[in-house]
């Protein structure tokens, strides 16, 4: 059962300030992942403190990166349920933890970071496994300007 | 809110994607959730017997880790004479290779 809102949306806005689009419904699922082009970040987010509470500056950090995905998305999981079981759809392989990560280059998972890997983590270690997939997948200075980049 | 904790004043495991080992030869994977006068509870398990299985313990595991935990039960109550050692999922590999059957809990 989804928290409520004003519990939650502390939780978004730390993610959505860093310039990461929040897809809060399939439509909007769709319209950012079905062209699967480019490299895009899905970051899925969660109330689950000991993982989350991680994982969220883990993910600030990592886009202080020089090389980044184009695209920067997030769904909630427990929260927004059909944009989340939507944008799970686009990496099915992949069990659903929540948080978790999934780098996608066009429209193929190449990098996924589980739950298991975030638990007893800081966020500079998670960060650092976060920045070594962008250093391989995502060339500096490729991301795209308007909806779901930092700018 | 960065390192906003929900459920403080838990167990260290709790939350924590864990192996258990169990003296039956049985294995899970889930999230722990604690131990009580019960035994074990643990959340959304994955869980390989040595007699059905289609793969060996450590080919399973390996899946686990790339793929994720994929349910077979959303929640276990394992018997205490049942929990052998009991290891984190990130550092399974690792413990088991060091020191077989070694424990990072209970």
């Given at each position: 059962m989804p928290y409520h809102e004003t519990m939650v949306k502390p939780m978004r806005d730390e993610v959505t300030r860093l310039g990461v689009r929040e897809l809060r419904s399939v439509a909007e699922v769709d319209a950012a992942?079905?062209?699967?082009?480019g490299t895009a970040l899905v970051f899925v987010n969660?109330?689950?403190?000991?993982a989350a509470g991680a994982a969220r500056p883990a993910l600030g950090l990592a886009l202080q990166h020089p090389n980044l995905p184009q695209h920067l998305y997030s769904v909630f999981a427990g929260q927004d349920l059909d944009a989340t079981a939507r944008a799970r759809s686009y990496f099915a392989e992949y069990q659903p933890s929540s948080p978790s990560l999934a780098l996608l280059q066009d429209g193929e998972v190449v990098h996924f970071i589980h739950r298991h890997m975030i638990e007893g983590r800081g966020p500079e270690a998670i960060a650092r496994d976060l920045m070594g997939a962008f250093d391989k997948y995502c060339a500096a200075g490729k991301r795209e300007q308007g909806a779901g980049s930092r700018e | 809110m960065p390192g906003h904790v929900f459920h403080p004043g838990h167990e260290e495991l709790h939350g924590v994607t864990v192996v258990i080992e169990g003296s039956s030869g049985r294995t899970w994977v889930g999230r722990y959730h604690e131990t009580n006068e019960r035994g074990v509870a643990v959340l959304d398990v994955a869980i390989h017997d040595p007699a059905t299985a289609a793969v060996p313990r450590a080919t399973w595991i390996e899946r686990i880790r790339k793929f994720g935990v994929r349910v077979d039960e959303p929640f276990v109550l394992l018997p205490a004479k049942e929990v052998g050692p009991i290891t984190r999922l990130s550092e399974w590999m690792e413990s088991s290779a060091k020191t077989p059957g070694a424990s990072s809990h209970g």
């Open positions: 992942l079905g062209p699967g082009e969660s109330v689950c403190g000991c | -």
